[in-house]
Each structure stands twice: as C-alpha cells, then as structure tokens.
C-alpha cells in the first residue's frame, strides 16, 4: 500500500489516507472512506482541491474484503456477518444461542495476521442480535497471501465459532431434601425460576422426592421417561460426589460420570453425568443464589443440546473464579 496526494476531481474510487475536517471542527469525511462522486462535489464545495488517498499495490487486497473473508471463513450456525467503518466486520446471533470458541484456533489466528478476532467467551449464552465477534483489519490493507493463509488454516481445521441455537428446549428439576423433597422445592424454586429466565426459559418437568437412594432413583426415572434437554438436580444437602445419594441414583439409571469437580467457585462441587445424550447436572450449593455459579456456565451448551465434556470442564478453570 502506498500513500500519494492527488487532485480531487481525480480521487473517485480511492480510499482516504486521513479523516478531513471542515474548518471548524466537524468531521466532513472519514479516514478509510471510498470517495464516491458525490464526496468529490461535497470536497469541491468546500474548497479543496488535492487529498491524500491511498493505493493498493500489487498482492494487497482492501480491508473491507479481507475481513469479509476472515469473518465468512470463521463462523457458523446461527449468525449473519455485518461490515462496519474502519476495516471491520462484526458477527451478530440471528437466534438465541450459546456461542462456542476454538481459543487454541483463535489465539493462532490472533498470532500470525494483520487481521484480528475477539469473541465472546466460550460457551456464552447470546440473545438474538448481540454481537458475539468482531474481526479487525490492519488499515486499508493486507498482503493477498497472508490473508489467503489464514482463510485456509480456517477451512482446514474449521471455524473459531459457532453460534449453537438454543430452540425450544426442556428443562427437568428433581428437588430432593433428605426430609422433605417440597421443602427443596419452596427454598430454591423461585431463585432456579430467575436462573432460568436469563436463558429464555424455563422449567418443563419439575419432580421433588427425600432423598432416599430409591426414591431419587424413580424420581429420576420418571423425569427421564419424558426426554428433557437437560436435568437439574438441586438438593439441599452439599453431596460428597459421585458416591453419595444423587451419585448413586445417577448411577442406577444408567448414567454416565462425565467430571466430577468443577475449577469454578461458586460451583466446585459440580457433578456431572449423562444418560445417553441428556446431562444430568447436580451442583449443590448453586440454586441458593441467583448469583453467577458453574450452573451458568454449563447450561447454555447444554440447552443447545452440545455435549459438553469433561476436558471442557475443566477448562473453565481460567476465569472460573466468579465471586
């Protein structure tokens, strides 16, 4: 790219190197701007006669095309690409949708380029039309073959980020109380309510049983049966994991111990299973509080049916300190 004043009558179609003002003060054009012929008459009328512009050398492509391609080659589901001023392209959600991120792929990207990518964190859970990503450009320029690179480092490992819809998910609670399982229910069912409603929903099949091994086996048997997107287990004792009470009932029926403890306070005690493809998820302590906890940053995957791992878990670790 190189910089060169020119007459502007003869500026159509080339990219401002610098933002013009009018004389007292007001942005009048800005700088990375295409002058278009109407710009050329407005630049006439206010008296100039030469501006400085831009030139794209051989192997340069402009930085609205780059980012557009970076940004079209990174993301998929539910999102639509935006272009704004300034070499950038923004990614909007175009559903409610948890947002997954390849940090690894995105901090590579993020290493080798003129071009830039910042995401929301992974697993994030976004409403129609939050941006979830923006990519940046260095000024008007970037070399052909660096950007053709990154496109196919891209294309060959797949995107940095996914917009996973969340579409009319199911939601089953069991609350159990080694007394009474209604007396879980009346603690924490408001506060499970407001935990809920920050994700658009709400719960579907709602069970309460003492937490006694058979009777939480049945309970849970029964919620299965009806085939929810996901299954909260809220008790109001704090289980030693995956030998206690709600352990052992997972157990029977069937289910898989995915990770027990969870690098996230609040939340440590995360215990986290799966029968089949449906998560069953007990986090003792956490529907207490309304407050953040390990069971927000589980639940949007989750409600957007991805399977979620152990190693993902453990994952959290960095930034896992809530509160």
């Known amino acids: 790219m190189r910089a060169l004043t020119v007459g502007v009558k003869e500026s159509t179609g080339r990219i401002l190197c610098c933002t013009i003002f009018r004389p007292g003060g007001r942005k009048l054009l800005a700088k990375g701007h295409t002058i278009s012929e109407e710009d050329v008459r407005l630049l006439e009328t206010e008296g100039m006669n030469q501006v400085w512009v831009t030139e794209l050398e051989e192997g340069e492509v402009g930085e609205d095309e780059a980012v557009s391609g970076v940004a079209a080659a ?3 589901g539910c999102l639509e690409i935006r272009l704004a001023a300034g070499g950038r392209a923004n990614l909007f959600a175009t559903e409610d949708c948890a947002v997954l991120v390849d940090d690894e792929l995105l901090k590579q990207i993020n290493c080798t380029s003129n071009i830039v990518i910042a995401t929301i ?4 859970f976004a409403k129609a039309g939050t941006r979830i990503a923006t990519v940046k450009s260095a000024p008007f320029a970037v070399a052909r073959a660096q950007l053709e690179a990154v496109v196919s480092i891209l294309r060959e490992r797949g995107p940095i980020l996914q917009g996973r819809p969340i579409r009319n998910p199911s939601v089953g609670v069991l609350y159990t109380d080694p007394i009474n399982g209604d007396r879980a229910r009346q603690l924490f069912e408001a506060i499970m309510r ?21 009777a939480v086996t049945r309970s849970l048997q029964h919620m299965l049966r009806a ?13 030693a994991g995956p030998e206690d009470v709600v352990g052992r009932a ?6 898989h111990m995915e990770k027990f403890l969870a690098p996230v306070e609040p939340g440590n005690l995360l215990l986290m299973g799966y029968k089949d493809e449906i998560p069953i998820v007990s986090a003792p302590g956490c529907f207490r509080s309304a407050k953040s906890n390990v069971v927000d940053l589980v639940l949007p995957p989750m409600l957007a049916r991805y399977r979620m791992s152990g ?9 896992g300190l809530l509160g």
Not at 194 to 214: G, P, W
Not at 227 to 239: H, Q
Not at 311 to 319: I, R, T
């Open 74 to 76: 990174m993301g998929c």
């Open 121 to 124: 964190l992974n697993f994030s």
């Open 194 to 214: 407001q935990r809920l409603d920050r994700f658009s929903t709400s719960a579907s099949f709602v069970l309460a049983s003492v937490e006694e091994d058979s």
């Open 250 to 255: 997972m157990a029977r029926v069937g289910c």
């Open 311 to 319: 190693w993902e878990v453990a994952a959290l670790g960095h930034g």
């Open 227 to 239: 085939r929810p997107t996901v299954v909260l287990m809220a008790s109001t004792t704090a289980p």
